[in-house]
C-alpha cells in the first residue's frame, strides 16, 4: 500500500471521527464539525482524484 493511500485513509477516518465526535455530544461544536467534514472531504477528493474515469476512451464524434 503507497504512502499516498495511507494519507487518504487516514483523512477519512480522522475527518469522520472528529465529525462523528463534535455531533455526538450535547453542546455541539460546529467549528469542530466543520473541520471534521473539510478533513473528510479532503480525504474523498484526494482518493476520488485518482480512480480511473469509466469513459476514458474518446467518444466517436457524429457523422454528418
Given at each position: 500500500m503507497s504512502i499516498s493511500r495511507v494519507i487518504n485513509l487516514l483523512l477519512i477516518i480522522i475527518?469522520?471521527?472528529?465529525?462523528i465526535y463534535a455531533k455526538?455530544?450535547?453542546d455541539q461544536n460546529q467549528?469542530?464539525?466543520?473541520?471534521g467534514i473539510v478533513v473528510l472531504m479532503i480525504g474523498v477528493y484526494?482518493?476520488?482524484?485518482?480512480?480511473?474515469s469509466k469513459n476514458d476512451e474518446e467518444t466517436p464524434s457524429d457523422n454528418d
Open positions: 475527518g469522520g471521527f472528529i465529525a455526538a455530544g450535547m467549528y469542530l464539525l466543520i473541520g484526494r482518493i476520488s482524484r485518482n480512480i480511473p
